[in-house]
C-alpha cells in the first residue's frame, strides 16, 4: 500500500533562507511523486512532479525536488524564500499502475515566511 | 478556459438537509474526483469517475453519493447531513499522459461546507 509522510505540519523561514519541505513516501511499485501549492482559499495546484525521466524536478517559482529512492525520500527545496511562498504545501504519491485514481496526499505542511 | 468550476463556493446547511455541489471541467479530461479536506488530514478521496458512465468508491465514500453526468460535470450530493461533513470540498480533473507524463490533477477552487 502507498503511503506519505511529511515531517512537520507548520515550517517558519525568514526571507531570503533555505526552504526545505520533508517529504517520505512507500509505495511497492515505481511511483510517480507531486508537490502541490495551495495558496488561501484557493485548490491546489502544481508545483512539480517526478515521473522517472530525472531525479532532480525543477518545478515553478524556483522549487526543485529530488527523488532518492534509497532514502524513499522527495524533499523540496528554495534556495531563497520569498514572502509569496507562504501556503501550504502537499506531497502525494500516485501507482504507476492505477495512476491519478489512487493518488494518496500528505498532510500537509504550511511554510510561514518571516519578513 | 475555465479549468474546473465548483458550485457553491460556501454553504450551511442544518443537519439532515440533502444539497449537491456542482462541478465542471472544461479541458476534456476523462478522470474527475471529489476530496474532501480536513485539517491535519490532507486530502482524501471521496468517489472518483475513470470516464463516463463510471463511478467508483474511494477512500471515505459514507454518506456521499455521485453522479458524472457527461464527460464535463461530476456532481457529489449529500442526502442528509451530518456535522461530521463539515469539511472544504474539492474536484479535479486529469488525463493519463502515459508512462513518461504521468497524471496531473487540476482542481477547482473549492466549496465550503458547514453543517449545524
Known amino acids: 500500500a502507498q503511503s506519505v509522510t511529511q515531517l512537520g505540519s507548520h515550517v517558519s523561514v525568514s526571507e531570503g533562507a533555505l526552504v526545505l519541505l520533508r517529504c517520505n513516501y512507500s509505495?511497492?511499485?515505481?511511483?510517480?511523486l507531486f508537490w502541490y501549492v495551495q495558496y488561501p482559499n484557493q485548490g491546489l495546484q502544481l508545483l512539480l512532479k517526478?515521473?522517472?525521466?530525472?531525479?532532480l524536478v525543477k518545478g515553478i517559482n524556483g522549487f526543485e525536488a529530488e527523488f532518492k529512492k534509497s532514502e524513499t525520500s522527495f524533499h523540496l527545496t528554495k534556495p531563497s524564500a520569498h514572502m509569496s511562498d507562504a501556503a501550504e504545501y502537499f506531497c502525494?504519491?500516485?501507482?504507476?499502475?492505477?495512476?491519478?485514481?489512487?493518488?494518496?496526499f500528505g498532510a500537509g505542511t504550511r511554510l510561514f515566511v518571516k519578513a | 478556459n475555465a479549468g474546473v468550476t465548483q458550485t457553491p463556493k460556501f454553504q450551511v446547511l442544518k443537519t439532515g438537509q440533502s444539497m449537491t455541489l456542482q462541478c465542471a471541467q472544461d479541458?476534456?479530461?476523462?478522470?474527475m474526483y471529489w476530496y474532501r479536506q480536513d485539517p491535519g488530514m490532507g486530502l482524501r478521496l471521496i468517489y472518483y469517475?475513470?470516464?463516463?458512465?463510471?463511478?467508483d468508491k474511494g477512500e471515505v465514500p459514507n454518506g456521499y453519493n455521485v453522479s458524472r453526468l457527461n464527460k464535463r460535470e461530476f456532481s457529489l450530493r449529500l442526502e442528509s447531513a451530518a456535522p461530521s461533513q463539515t469539511s472544504v470540498y474539492f474536484c479535479?480533473?486529469?488525463?493519463?499522459?502515459?508512462?513518461?507524463?504521468?497524471?496531473?490533477?487540476?482542481f477547482g477552487p473549492g466549496t465550503r461546507l458547514l453543517v449545524l
Open positions: 509505495s511497492s511499485v515505481p511511483p510517480y
Open positions: 479541458m476534456n479530461h476523462n478522470s
Open positions: 517526478y515521473t522517472s525521466a530525472a531525479t
Open positions: 502525494a504519491v500516485s501507482d504507476r499502475r492505477t495512476g491519478g485514481f489512487k493518488t494518496i
Open positions: 469517475s475513470a470516464s463516463e458512465g463510471t463511478t
Open positions: 479535479a480533473s486529469s488525463e493519463w499522459a502515459g508512462t513518461g507524463g504521468g497524471e496531473t490533477q487540476y
